[in-house]
């Protein structure tokens, strides 16, 4: 009955990160729908996105960047519309700032050494700024950037419409657009409509764009691996074992979920917007295939098909870890991919990610422990090639330890030192590194435990006596041990964000 209900308790929480991730899907189309303005200083401001767009091909007539405002609308309250003539003119003034990062000191009076946004009576007498304005300082190279786009309010009017237009894009950079207003009478504006960001090979935002090549390369190298796996498969079909079976469903599952990936980012790349079908699909086989490769990990390190035939009454227990896996990861990769985790407060990031990483921690120990364990009744049983195996896959998976400890820490230091993603062209590097590692231990797999015509030297044989069923026992206690050490850890990751 427990299990029952904590099993439906999962899958609502699953249901609701579906629901909050369908709520503002991650596009080059980005979607307005009556968000309000945050006060900053002596201004307010909407952010309305930010993204890394390369510069227009000159050499081309269809290779062009821009930014083009839809069908955006402000809508004031009627108090604030109140205030003024029914004939009276330019009443309002809400203005759209699209800055490249590098030119984000021209923004404010931080030239004119004030910690004003918007231009004042004061300022207006000393420089040369216009009251009501946000302040900005052109660039010396471009006297039309920083680029405002300004929309009026007339009379009493409720509503005011931005001109539908496309901004130019000519250099390549990371630039970020923020709609904002000065006249405190235009508190609790909201801003419907939408923007659509595009670079000159597509929708793509920049620093996607890379991993739709690599994805596809990904996907060779996954069939690559899958031909000659198959061809040594059906070489000695009469010697297969179970675990041959499974590391065949691993690799199945990589093949599916490159060719998804690919898929998706093509279609994201030439209509705008994330396909919610494919996104489900890919999403979902990459949550089956990351669960499906932890497993395959926990069970070769208990020996299965070596030195046990089976696994006994820790059966369920695998499973249980498993299947619970498969919904926190799942939740966790629809968040990411169909919607956008900045949106979300600290303590939701923290409620979507946390029991992913208890999860891979309890994964972590008990692969180890079990190691530990299989190593020990090799030595006993003396069973010299069986030891060796298990040496290798041992000193291999302790390397990818290694690896991906020094990886998170650059990727750490990647982070804590670009928080404003000004490095953009280079973030694709990060999460195509865990798909590179997750392959290349896979391949390792695949040549320790390669189909044979004498599979007698890793097969499991009864050469002595049963075992006692020792797997599992410490797996709570050594799991809350150690996750505060492993927490942040992701030896196994198969992370796609850019």
């Known amino acids: 009955m427990r299990r029952r209900r904590g099993l439906a308790a999962l899958l609502l929480v699953v249901g609701v990160v579906v629901a909050l991730a369908a709520r503002g899907a991650d596009a080059s189309i980005h979607e307005y729908s009556g ?11 909407f952010h309305g996105g930010s993204e890394g767009l ?3 091909d000159p050499s081309s007539n269809s290779s062009h960047s821009f930014i083009r405002f839809d069908s955006v609308t402000f809508r004031r309250t009627q108090e604030s519309a109140a205030r003024h003539e029914e004939m009276q003119q330019k009443t309002g003034l809400v203005e759209a700032i699209i800055v490249e990062i590098q030119d984000r000191g021209n923004i404010g009076g931080s030239y004119l050494h004030s910690d004003a946004i918007c231009c004042t009576p004061e300022l207006h007498k000393e420089r040369s700024c216009k009251v009501g304005e946000v302040i900005i300082q052109p660039n010396p190279d471009n006297a039309d950037w920083p680029k405002r786009v300004q929309t ?3 009379g009493r009017n409720e509503e005011a419409n931005m001109v ?3 901004v130019p894009i000519n250099k390549t950079g990371m630039y970020y657009l923020y709609f904002m207003f000065c006249d405190p009478q235009l508190k609790g504006l909201k801003i ?3 923007t659509v960001w595009k670079n000159p090979q597509g929708y793509l935002p920049g620093k996607m764009a890379p991993m739709m090549t690599f994805y596809g390369f990904m996907s060779l190298a996954y069939l690559v ?3 000659v796996w198959f061809l040594q498969f059906v070489r000695c079909w009469k010697d297969i074992l179970q675990l041959h079976y499974h590391i065949t469903a691993v690799i199945a599952l990589g093949m599916c979920e490159m060719a998804f990936w690919c898929f998706e980012y093509a279609n994201f790349n030439s209509t705008g917007t994330r396909p919610m079908a494919i996104t489900l699909w890919a999403v979902t086989f990459t949550a089956v295939k990351k ?3 932890r497993l395959l990990l926990l069970v070769v390190s208990m020996g299965y098909g070596v030195v046990r035939p089976t696994l006994g009454a820790v059966t369920s227990k695998v499973g249980a870890l498993g299947v619970i896996y498969f919904i926190a990861s799942e939740g966790l990769e629809l968040v990411e991919n169909l919607g956008n985790i900045n949106d979300f407060s600290g303590k939701t990031r923290l409620f979507l990610v946390l029991p992913v990483a208890i999860l891979d921690a309890t994964f972590i120990i008990w692969i180890f422990s079990s190691l530990s364990r299989t190593l020990e009744k090799l030595q006993l049983r003396r069973s ?6 298990y040496r290798k896959f041992t000193n291999s998976l302790a390397i990818s330890v290694l690896v991906s400890i020094a990886w998170i820490g650059y990727e750490l230091y990647f982070n804590a030192t670009d928080p404003l993603s000004e490095l953009w062209q280079r973030a694709w590097i990060i999460p195509a590194f865990w798909n590179l590692l997750s392959y290349a231990f896979l391949a390792i797999i695949c040549i320790l435990w390669s189909p044979s015509h004498n599979p007698t030297g890793f097969a499991y044989s009864e050469d002595t006596a049963d075992e006692v069923d020792e797997e599992g026992l410490s797996l709570v206690g050594s799991a809350v041990k150690g996750t505060g050490d492993m927490v942040n850890m992701r030896v196994f990751p198969e992370d796609k964000r850019a």
């Open 152 to 154: 009026f309010f007339n």
């Open 225 to 227: 691996l899958g031909l």
């Open 35 to 45: 968000g309000g303005f945050a006060p900053r200083a002596n201004s307010f401001f």
């Open 164 to 166: 539908t237009q496309s």
């Open 54 to 56: 390369y510069a227009s």
């Open 384 to 389: 010299m090639a069986k030891l060796e195996l």
């Open 192 to 194: 419907t409509g939408r």
């Open 291 to 293: 669960t499906i490769s």
